[in-house]
């Protein structure tokens, strides 16, 4: 069952996502278009974010990386080269260091906030890139925003990472990363991709206070983070109060295996072995929010209150990972049923066999959701893309 699940996945990410991007979202101008919205049409006026170019960056690096050989290969190189310039050239900040969070439609600067989810992103891929490639001028990059980072945002008093400031480096008073969010100094979403910048920064470059972090981050989770139902608080205060009840069951899923894997690549056996102990707590309380159907809800608003219940693309593609790495590392043949189960519903009601790439969400009322972008500011190719990738790899 395992080998199907991956020869599918394999089709999927060369034959329906990854070709939907090198068709259709290349500017001629340079780098990508901002947008298409959910009925495929194309806005070459939108602007164009940090967190898509950066996500598009790790995508195709990744895929280099895993088909290198294929007839598809070189394409996926050049895709991911042309993010690298775009993060290079006009997202890095030259003068003050980081990366802006968006750039106008002609690749001039717009929002020129440092949003540390954002620099983490570029850090990922700059660094899958390096990975791939060897390429040292992607090394050199993630490095220095690497130091940014740690220069600007770490809490060395109560430790952890400051979610935002201005250009200049200075207290914002939105630190929000999206308008969902509540508006607090510290977030566990932003804390997850750091911790997932950094495993992937470790694997191609072995500095000591890296590893630091990067142990110190795992720490954060269970600390912090980790609430004693085993499901992730999400916003904090400065000394890591948090007052807010919200589930977010794909953080909880994507958290898990995203976790393990920062525990497998920092080596170090007493971490493994903690956080192998709390991997199967964090993934059953996610499957809390399982459905009949084989798809993840959303979110929930405390225990007893409402749920949001719409099957997003990005949760079902964490859904499908986080549960095969149940069955993968931990032997539990549910983690496997649960994947394909998953993968059932993805292919039966989000997947876009029509127009390519998957439709942001099935609505709870199992309408699709056409609302909401097909590619843009927060929709890619890094979740679809990554599942399939994982998969792959794994078997």
């Known amino acids: 069952m395992a080998q199907a699940l991956a020869k599918q996945a394999r089709q999927e990410l060369i034959n329906n996502i990854l070709p939907y991007w090198t068709e259709r979202m290349q ?31 790790w995508t195709f690096a990744s895929a280099y990386r895993l088909l290198k ?23 890095f900040d030259r003068e003050l260091g980081g990366i802006y969070w968006s750039l106008n439609s002609d690749g001039s600067p717009l929002d020129t906030k440092k949003q540390i989810y954002a620099i983490a992103f570029a850090i990922y891929g700059l660094a899958e890139l390096n990975r791939a490639t060897g390429d040292g001028e992607a090394l050199e990059y993630a490095i220095k925003l690497f130091n940014a ?45 750091v911790l997932e910048a950094y495993t992937c920064l470790y694997r ?12 110190g981050l795992i720490e954060i989770f269970e600390r ?39 525990a497998l690549v920092l080596g170090e056996p007493q971490v493994l072995d903690r956080v192998e102990k709390l991997v199967p707590r964090i993934a059953s309380s996610a499957l809390e ?30 859904t499908v990972v986080g549960c095969f790495n149940l069955w993968d590392h931990f032997g539990d043949p549910a983690g496997l049923e649960n994947a394909l189960m998953c993968w059932e519903f993805i292919k039966g009601n989000l997947i876009d066999k029509e127009n390519g790439e998957w439709f942001w969400s099935l609505r709870e009322d199992g309408s699709v959701n056409r609302e909401d972008d097909k590619a843009g500011f927060w ?5 679809n893309g990554r599942m399939c990738m994982e998969i792959i790899e794994r078997v």
């Open 27 to 57: 500017d001629p101008s340079g780098g990508f278009h901002g947008r298409i919205d959910g009925n495929d049409k194309l806005d070459t006026k939108a602007p164009k974010g940090a967190i898509m170019n950066a996500r598009l960056l």
């Open 69 to 91: 050989g294929s007839a598809e290969a070189e394409s996926y190189l050049e895709m991911a080269l042309r993010a690298k310039r775009e993060i290079i050239d006009r997202f």
């Open 149 to 193: 980072i740690e220069d600007h945002s770490f809490d060395t008093v109560k430790d952890g990472y400051f979610e935002a400031f201005t250009r200049e480096w200075e207290q914002i008073e939105d630190m929000r990363l999206s308008d969902k969010d509540a508006n607090e100094s510290k977030t566990m979403n932003t804390h997850l991709h």
């Open 204 to 215: 191609v470059w072995g500095d000591s206070r890296l590893k630091e972090r990067l142990r």
């Open 224 to 262: 912090h983070i980790l609430g004693p139902d085993g499901h992730l608080k999400l916003f904090f205060d400065d000394d890591w109060n948090c007052g807010y009840d919200t589930i977010s069951y794909g953080h909880d899923i994507e958290a898990s295996w995203l976790i393990h894997e920062a």
């Open 289 to 318: 929010g399982f459905t009949q159907e084989g798809g993840m809800i959303y979110e929930k608003h405390g225990s007893e209150g409402p749920a949001d219940g719409d099957r997003h693309w990005w949760v079902q593609a964490e």
């Open 379 to 383: 929709k890619c190719p890094y979740h």
